[in-house]
């Protein structure tokens, strides 16, 4: 049982290019997030899904675009990046949200952008 | 919006003591509040998750207590050990915000040998 696993772990890019982190789970869960962990900011919403075929922004959305492809699996594409992307990212996910809920987290990417 | 605050900010102890941290929120509504440890480089692992309606919640040598009407959680960890040395971050699960979940700074813990 892998939980959540994420790709790639570590990205450099240049200012202005594109990609996608992706994100899959096998718990079959409904809920799954995408957060950014930066120094003396902790850990900030980017966006989520409630469930299949819905997403929301978070606190922090601009400069991203999510996908929920299907159930297992959740991207983060950064259409052109910025310098103040640099951060790790980290994918979670949980059954739903509700009063006994655990969150689990993937393992995360470290994104360098130059 | 929710305010997530952890104190303190690091702690180094001598293995064998007890440990100590606090989190305090300012939104009270919250469906349940769970603690997680952050290894470097890793992602988080859940601990112990509280129910709003519960005031502890334990698993082995840690115990989180919850106060709700004051806005206030404390996890223990009795006789620390080397490897209990991470990050520890609490994150309420506020009712009003659905999904979304904050987090705090954490607390970076050293046990020393």
């Known amino acids: 049982n892998a939980g959540v696993t994420q790709t790639p772990k570590f990205q450099v890019l240049k200012t202005g290019q594109s990609m996608t982190l992706q994100c899959a789970q096998d718990?079959?869960?409904?809920?799954m997030y995408w957060y950014r962990q930066d120094p003396g900011m902790g850990l900030r919403l980017i966006y989520y899904?409630?469930?299949?075929?819905?997403?929301d922004k978070g606190e922090v959305p601009n400069g991203y675009n999510v996908s929920r492809l299907n159930k297992r699996e959740f991207s983060l594409r950064l259409e052109s990046a910025a310098p103040s992307q640099t951060s790790v990212y980290f994918c979670?996910?949980?059954?739903?949200?509700?009063?006994?809920?655990?969150?689990?987290f993937g393992s995360g990417t470290q994104l360098s952008v130059l | 919006k929710q305010e997530v605050t952890q104190i303190p900010a690091a702690l180094s102890v001598p293995e064998g003591e007890n440990l100590v941290l606090n989190c305090s929120f300012t939104?009270?509504?919250?469906?349940?509040l769970q603690w997680f440890r952050q290894d470097p480089g890793k992602g988080l692992t859940s601990l112990l998750l509280?129910?709003?309606?519960?005031r502890e919640q334990t698993s082995g040598r840690l115990n989180a207590s919850l106060d709700k009407s004051s806005g206030r959680s404390t996890l223990y960890i009795a006789a620390s050990q080397p490897g209990d040395s991470a990050t520890y971050l609490c994150?309420?699960?506020?009712?009003?915000?659905?999904?979304?979940?904050?987090f705090g700074g954490g607390t970076r813990v050293l046990v020393k040998p």
């Open positions: 979670a996910s949980s059954q739903n949200a509700g009063s006994n809920e655990k969150l689990f």
């Open positions: 718990m079959n869960h409904n809920s």
């Open positions: 899904s409630a469930s299949e075929g819905t997403t």
């Open positions: 939104d009270s509504a919250i469906y349940n």
């Open positions: 509280i129910q709003s309606s519960q």
């Open positions: 994150s309420p699960r506020v009712k009003a915000a659905g999904n979304k979940l904050t």
